[in-house]
């Protein structure tokens, strides 16, 4: 069975919490992401900002003073390296998430997206054809 190790993307855009939060916006349009886990600065998890967070910046006044703490997303669902695939494809699906972080002791180790898992899925179709 495959494993979260096996397709993970290891070089993550990371933002801190008191990164301005039209920094954050910067990262996910310069990237071309949809969201960017918030770390601290051992790399631990602490949140995650996603596209859906910073369009609450539309309807905020003061908002261009703000910090990515102010709009992240503090729960965050994670899973580790040894997860395996199904079970992350389980949570991207049944909770409408577009990534989810990969923890080793707590610390960001990687990401996986849902365009990982279908470029995943056709090279392993491709290699059994």
Known sequence: M??????????????????????????LAENDITGVPVVSDDMTLVGIISEKD???????????NAVVRDYMTHNVVSFSEDTP???ICESLINNGFRRIPILRDG??????SRSDIIKFI????????
Not at 2 to 27: C, G, H, K, M, Y
Not at 122 to 129: D, E, F, G, I, Y
């Open 54 to 64: 910073v369009l609450r910046l539309l309807y905020e006044e003061g908002a261009k």
């Open 122 to 129: 056709l090279k392993v179709r491709a290699s059994t054809h």
């Open 2 to 27: 495959f494993e979260a190790s096996s397709i993970l993307t290891r070089d993550v855009v990371t933002v801190r919490e008191d990164t301005p939060i039209l920094e954050a916006v910067r990262v």
């Open 107 to 112: 610390k960001i180790a990687g990401i996986i």
């Open 85 to 87: 695939l199904y079970d």
